[in-house]
């Protein structure tokens, strides 16, 4: 019986946040396939459908910047996110944006390489890299 | 034998009673209904008849007040860091008023910069997630006796500087398009390292593009603009630089009416201040501004800023 109680505990705090479950602190090795699987895991909910206001606790972590859960959109308009120039046919176009989305990525170097994705006005919606130099 | 009016406060039916008790009672000034001759009483009220004045057009919706400077700063994490005392405001310039006289040729035009806002020191960045060091200003640009300018319009230009033995030296921007912006890798341009002040994606020269950072002015009404600059907690010895100009423009061509200097430095020990120590504002147009926004105009896709010389 305290073992079926223990493990029902364990099970029910597993799922009290999954949202706002940071990622542990990984080698680099481990922090290469955190990344992956984080880009891995926007291109498949872009693939299928994305709902901005549920995609962190869909990908369980949390993001930088949510749109669709407060942040306004126009707080992005003046933010210059460079293109990545490892993705260079993926980047943000706010003009058609309805939501944006994104998570800082664990690459290297001072400016913050974020991946993200956004929901156009249309609907439909892709993932995209950037990089955030100071404002 | 007809009731008169009397003096002091009366209400609607008795003015509708005297009105009616006879033909030559003086017409009544309530609306236009009423003159109609189409007003009548059901019920002990007094029912006005249709006003021609009124339209049946449904007005548009008013458009939502203006986002002030709270609201900027809020969504920019520049609120939490004046709370926390992380950005102090800085003495002589927070709240304080610079003048360029002699606009548009008069000699008494006048055109203010008023730094509503100017603060110095870290906040948290929410688009990096990376606390920021720098400043924060909001400006306002009022004319004054500048004669007719409809719209005004303001552009920024700045350059990224370091210190060598103590020498202001213009840094290198960073990334392809403010280096192209800049002229960087051209060693003839003009006032290399100035551009105009704009996201990557823009293509107008403008600073305003939403009014959670400013807004557009004319001879009535302020121009404004938000900016909060600054680099990583982590960097020394760099700064920017910045020009904010109010140009006017009429039949698509900008005459530059003014420019305020301003800008920021942090030191080789983390310490930013604000750089140049206080603000200068200026009527005409600044060659930095001039030769950034030729260059601006020369790139294909870009709206020109189309500055008057």
């Known amino acids: ?135 | 034998m007809p009731r008169v009016p009397t003096p002091g406060k009366q209400t609607l039916v008795q003015a509708y009673d005297v009105a009616t008790a006879s033909q030559s009672a003086p017409p009544l000034t309530g609306g236009a209904g009423l003159a109609d001759g189409d007003a009548k009483i059901d019920g002990g009220t007094l029912f006005s008849g249709p006003d021609a004045t009124l339209g049946t057009e449904v007005p548009s919706v008013a458009p939502p007040d203006k986002t002030n400077d709270a609201d900027y700063e809020k969504t920019m994490g520049i609120k939490a860091a004046i709370d926390k005392k992380t950005m102090l405001p800085v003495v002589g310039v927070n709240g304080q008023s610079f003048t360029a006289t002699g606009c548009a040729g008069k000699k008494d035009g006048k055109v203010t910069f008023t730094f509503d806002r100017a603060f110095v020191g870290d906040y948290d960045y929410p688009a990096a997630g990376k606390p920021v060091r720098g400043v924060h200003v909001s400006i306002s640009v009022a004319l004054s006796g500048c004669g007719e300018h409809k719209e005004v319009k303001l552009i920024q230009v700045l350059r990224n500087f370091t210190k060598k033995e103590g020498k202001v030296v213009t840094a290198d921007p960073g990334y392809a398009k403010r280096r192209e912006r800049s002229g960087w890798n051209d060693d003839k341009a003009k006032s290399k390292g100035w551009r105009i002040d704009g996201l990557d994606s823009d293509t107008t020269p403008f600073y305003v593009t939403d009014d959670l950072y400013g807004d557009h002015g004319s001879d009535k009404a302020p121009a404004k603009l938000r900016d909060s600059p600054g680099d990583w907690t982590t960097d020394k010895n760099v700064g920017k630089e910045f020009r904010t100009c109010a140009v006017s423009y009429a039949g698509g061509n900008g005459t530059v009416l003014a420019c305020v200097d301003w800008g920021y430095y942090i030191d080789d020990a983390g310490a930013a201040t604000f750089y140049p120590a206080k603000p200068t504002a200026y009527v005409g147009a600044v060659q930095e501004l001039t030769d950034a926004a030729e260059r601006w105009d020369g790139m294909a896709g870009n709206t020109k800023a189309n500055l008057v010389k």
């Open chain 1, 1 to 135: 019986m305290k073992i079926a109680r223990l493990v029902l505990g364990i099970v029910l705090g597993a799922c009290a946040s999954p949202s706002h479950k940071e990622p542990p602190v990984m080698n680099q090795s481990s922090e290469t396939t955190s990344d992956d699987q984080l880009v891995a895991q926007l291109r498949k909910a872009v693939a299928t459908s994305v709902i901005p206001e549920t995609i962190e606790a869909t990908v369980g972590r949390k993001a930088l910047i949510n749109t669709s859960t407060g942040y306004p959109l126009a707080g992005l308009r003046r933010v210059n996110m460079v293109p990545d120039p490892y993705h260079p046919g993926e980047t943000l176009s706010l003009a058609t944006a309805r939501a944006v989305v994104y998570w800082a990525r664990s690459v290297p170097g001072d400016d913050p390489h974020v991946v993200g994705v956004q929901v156009r006005t249309d609907g439909t919606a892709s993932v995209f890299f950037g990089i955030v130099p100071p404002p």
